[in-house]
Every structure is written in structure tokens, then in C-alpha cells.
């Protein structure tokens, strides 16, 4: 049963925008630990952000200013909007979920136990 379910990839320019959306209305604790990676062609998995049930929220360094996680009151759908977009953030891009804090306390992609199937972003001129 798929539990994390990323929609609004796409195709935009550099400086562009887009916000993703996850669903994650079937997945068993959608308030506690989850966040964004990303994964580019050829390269490994990259920590993106988390968000906390507090909403307390952390950001790898290459998107620090520029991303924003957040989630609706309901804590069953989460975003992730990317502002100032690089070619170097071209990736498939993941939700997921920890079981405890170890991805919202240090971006740690081993804490992560549970993804959607991804969304594909593309930045290019």
C-alpha cells in the first residue's frame, strides 16, 4: 500500500518556482518526523528538509533560502516549496518519514524508513 503519494514535479528555468505536494493521509503518523530528499541521475540520495511535529524544521545547506517545508493544520499534506531554482537541484524528489527524530535531528537519510515513488524535477534554460 503506498503511503506517501509526491505530486508537482516538472520542467522550469532556472530562478523558476515550484512547490511539491505530499500526501500523506495514509501513512500511519503523518504529524511526527518527515521531510524531502532528492536523488539526481547517477548520484546518491541527498537530504533535502525535514519538518517535526512542532513544526521545528531543518534544511541541507545547498537549499538553505531558498527551499521552504511545510505542512496544513490537518498534518496530511506537506510541501515543499523551491524558490530561485538551479540546474543543480534537477532530481527526483522523494517524501518520507522516519519513525523517530533522527531525520529531523540531523538529516539523517538512514532514519528514514518509509517514501512516495518520487517526483521528477527538472530545471533547465
Known amino acids: 500500500q503506498v503511503q506517501l503519494v509526491e505530486s508537482g514535479g516538472g520542467s522550469v528555468q532556472p530562478g523558476g518556482t515550484l512547490t511539491l505536494s505530499c500526501d500523506a493521509s495514509?501513512?500511519?503518523?503523518?504529524?511526527?518526523?518527515m521531510g524531502w530528499f532528492r536523488q539526481a541521475p547517477g548520484k546518491e540520495r541527498e537530504a533535502v528538509a525535514s519538518i517535526e511535529s512542532i513544526d521545528v524544521t531543518k534544511y541541507a545547506d545547498p537549499v538553505k533560502g531558498r527551499f521552504t517545508i511545510s505542512r496544513d493544520n490537518a498534518k496530511t499534506t506537506m510541501y515543499l516549496q523551491m524558490n530561485m531554482l538551479k540546474p543543480e537541484d534537477t532530481a527526483m524528489y522523494y517524501c518520507a518519514a522516519s519513525p523517530g527524530r533522527g531525520y529531523c535531528h540531523n538529516l539523517n537519510l538512514n532514519a528514514l524508513n518509509t517514501w512516495g515513488q518520487g517526483t521528477l524535477v527538472t530545471i533547465c534554460s
Open positions: 495514509r501513512y500511519r503518523n503523518p504529524g511526527g518526523c
